[in-house]
């Protein structure tokens, strides 16, 4: 098998996205654009992947070594944007000694599939050429680099600028996209000459330049995969043509969308057999969620397990949390990082969590916050009640043993430990530890006054006369 590495260019600014942002940082499904090629080039295993970058080259690079903290990333720099030739022949040095095939892909093309290099790399290795390419054929080529053709064979790319009339007539259209043996690569990049209208090292050069050494192979594609981005239109509409990809991929896998149109599904999420997803649901980067699950309409998931059978009712958000099988969260629960849910836990409508680590078989079902908390099995936590885990200065632990009843409105003033099967009364505020089996009680004793109303009225009655 022919060694691989990729060249990725995402060195320019992008103008029309009208933003103080580079181009190639702007999300779709939660991603920067330039993470999608990156992707499908290490899918394929490539051992050296160079993003060119130029523009915020330094916020470029920490986004790209944050999302891809393991891979064989060698950055290069384009000082100055004189054209895709002269970036990709910024990567050189990184690609020193490499003897293979390069991939050349773009940063803001999101929507290339992997079974798509595949052909190309497939289609190079048939030819026997020095490179193969990528094409699409448009009703309006209209901007695009026409491919030239002599009897079938691939002789040359022309762009609009530059192309005769004739030219501007066909309709098969030049991707970018190519596979390209690293010797000819560095070679002929060496022999391009900025003669065209724009005054810029064309890559499309490359083409003619391998055609006079052999046939150039070419894979033909719908237009829709090889789309790029200029601006912030183009960006959600190719968002919305993943989102399509990857929630069609979904429902095949057995998952069903009550309104795949509204859910936002992030491209590595993994979603079970049978699992059912709501309308306006976001399920993000970093999710697993297993079978049998509900997610009700908007809930939002980020970072987080959630096992199976468990039912996520409408508008719960979780963020980097753990939730164990068959649980029942919401709605209008907020599972905060660090929330950690055995089996059977059940947490109701305006229930917040952080950092709590929660037994088998818990409830806690209205208006409540549990933070740095670490309660056992079988408990019930009260509508209305607190974990006091913040003193100003330090955060502090709540416990609770198991089998313990907590009443409604009580405050755990943290560090504090409820000891297994004790009971807190409502309305109380726990200041000191509760041993087991216990009761305790802090509010003040009941004070009835009969005839109080009454008396009351009358004297603003006799005021006001």
């Given at each position: 098998?022919?060694?691989?590495?990729?060249?990725?260019?995402?060195?320019?600014?992008?103008?029309?996205?009208?933003?103080?942002?580079?181009?190639?940082?702007?999300?779709?499904?939660?991603?920067?654009?330039?993470?999608?090629?990156?992707?499908?080039?290490?899918?394929?295993?490539?051992?050296?992947?160079?993003?060119?970058?130029?523009?915020?080259?330094?916020?470029?690079?920490?986004?790209?070594?944050?999302?891809?903290?393991?891979?064989?990333?060698?950055?290069?720099?384009?000082?100055?944007?004189?054209?895709?030739?002269?970036?990709?022949?910024?990567?050189?040095?990184?690609?020193?000694?490499?003897?293979?095939?390069?991939?050349?892909?773009?940063?803001?093309?999101?929507?290339?599939?992997?079974?798509?290099?595949?052909?190309?790399?497939?289609?190079?290795?048939?030819?026997?050429?020095v490179?193969?390419?990528?094409?699409?054929?448009?009703?309006?080529?209209?901007?695009?680099?026409?491919?030239?053709?002599?009897?079938?064979?691939?002789?040359?790319?022309?762009?609009?600028?530059?192309?005769?009339?004739?030219?501007?007539?066909?309709?098969?259209?030049?991707?970018?996209?190519?596979?390209?043996?690293?010797?000819?690569?560095?070679?002929?990049?060496?022999?391009?000459?900025?003669?065209?209208?724009?005054?810029?090292?064309?890559?499309t050069?490359?083409?003619?330049?391998?055609?006079?050494?052999?046939?150039?192979?070419?894979?033909?594609?719908?237009?829709?995969?090889?789309?790029?981005?200029?601006?912030?239109?183009?960006?959600?509409?190719?968002?919305?043509?993943?989102?399509?990809?990857?929630?069609?991929?979904?429902?095949?896998?057995?998952?069903?969308?009550?309104?795949?149109?509204?859910?936002?599904?992030?491209e590595d999420?993994?979603?079970?057999?049978?699992?059912?997803?709501?309308?306006?649901?976001?399920?993000?980067?970093?999710?697993?969620?297993?079978?049998?699950?509900?997610?009700?309409?908007?809930?939002?998931?980020?970072?987080?397990?959630?096992?199976?059978?468990?039912?996520?009712?409408?508008?719960?958000?979780?963020?980097?949390?753990?939730?164990?099988?068959?649980?029942?969260?919401?709605?209008?629960?907020?599972?905060?990082?660090?929330?950690?849910?055995?089996?059977?836990?059940?947490?109701?409508?305006?229930?917040?969590?952080?950092?709590?680590?929660?037994?088998?078989g818990?409830?806690?079902?209205?208006?409540?916050?549990?933070g740095?908390?670490?309660?056992?099995?079988?408990?019930?936590?009260?509508a209305?009640?607190?974990?006091?885990?913040?003193?100003?200065?330090?955060?502090?632990?709540?416990?609770?043993?198991?089998?313990?009843?907590?009443?409604?409105?009580?405050?755990?003033?943290?560090?504090?430990?409820?000891?297994?099967?004790?009971?807190?009364?409502?309305?109380?505020?726990?200041?000191?530890?509760?041993p087991?089996?216990?009761?305790?009680?802090?509010?003040?004793?009941?004070?009835?006054?009969?005839?109080?109303v009454?008396?009351?009225?009358?004297?603003?009655?006799?005021?006001?006369?």
């Amino acid at each position: 098998m022919t060694a691989l590495s990729a060249v990725v260019l995402c060195a320019g600014k992008g103008t029309r996205m009208k933003s103080k942002k580079a181009k190639v940082l702007h999300a779709i499904l939660g991603q920067p654009l330039c993470a999608y090629p990156l992707k499908r080039a290490l899918e394929l295993g490539a051992t050296s992947v160079v993003p060119v970058v130029g523009h915020q080259a330094e916020d470029v690079e920490k986004e790209l070594r944050a999302r891809f903290p393991q891979a064989p990333l060698r950055f290069a720099l384009q000082r100055e944007q004189r054209g895709t030739a002269d970036a990709v022949r910024s990567a050189e040095e990184a690609l020193k000694g490499f003897s293979g095939r390069v991939l050349i892909l773009y940063g803001d093309v999101p929507l290339l599939r992997r079974e798509t290099l595949a052909g190309l790399l497939a289609a190079h290795d048939a030819s026997g050429g020095v490179l193969a390419m990528v094409t699409t054929v448009l009703a309006d080529p209209t901007g695009y680099g026409r491919v030239l053709r002599e009897n079938g064979r691939v002789v040359r790319v022309v762009e609009q600028k530059d192309a005769t009339a004739e030219q501007r007539a066909v309709r098969e259209c030049n991707a970018g996209i190519y596979s390209v043996d690293a010797a000819f690569l560095w070679k002929a990049l060496a022999d391009i000459k900025p003669n065209n209208a724009q005054g810029e090292y064309y890559l499309t050069d490359l083409v003619e330049l391998a055609a006079k050494q052999g046939d150039v192979a070419s894979v033909e594609v719908d237009a829709t995969e090889t789309a790029g981005v200029n601006d912030k239109v183009e960006l959600a509409a190719r968002a919305r043509v993943l989102q399509r990809r990857i929630n069609e991929a979904h429902m095949r896998a057995g998952v069903t969308f009550v309104d795949p149109d509204t859910a936002y599904v992030d491209e590595d999420v993994v979603v079970g057999a049978d699992t059912e997803v709501g309308p306006g649901v976001t399920l993000m980067s970093g999710s697993v969620i297993g079978q049998d699950v509900v997610i009700g309409p908007g809930c939002v998931v980020s970072a987080s397990t959630v096992a199976d059978g468990t039912v996520l009712k409408p508008y719960s958000v979780l963020e980097e949390a753990r939730v164990g099988v068959r649980n029942v969260i919401g709605p209008f629960a907020r599972l905060r990082p660090g929330t950690e849910l055995a089996e059977d836990v059940h947490l109701g409508n305006f229930v917040e969590t952080k950092k709590a680590v929660i037994g088998k078989g818990t409830k806690a079902n209205h208006l409540t916050y549990l933070g740095d908390a670490k309660i056992g099995a079988g408990c019930n936590v009260g509508a209305g009640t607190i974990t006091c885990n913040y003193d100003g200065v330090n955060k502090s632990l709540t416990e609770l043993g198991d089998g313990v009843f907590i009443g409604s409105d009580t405050q755990l003033v943290a560090p504090v430990k409820v000891g297994d099967g004790a009971y807190v009364g409502a309305g109380t505020t726990v200041t000191k530890n509760v041993p087991p089996g216990s009761l305790a009680v802090s509010r003040a004793p009941q004070v009835t006054k009969e005839g109080w109303v009454a008396a009351k009225k009358a004297r603003r009655t006799a005021k006001g006369a």
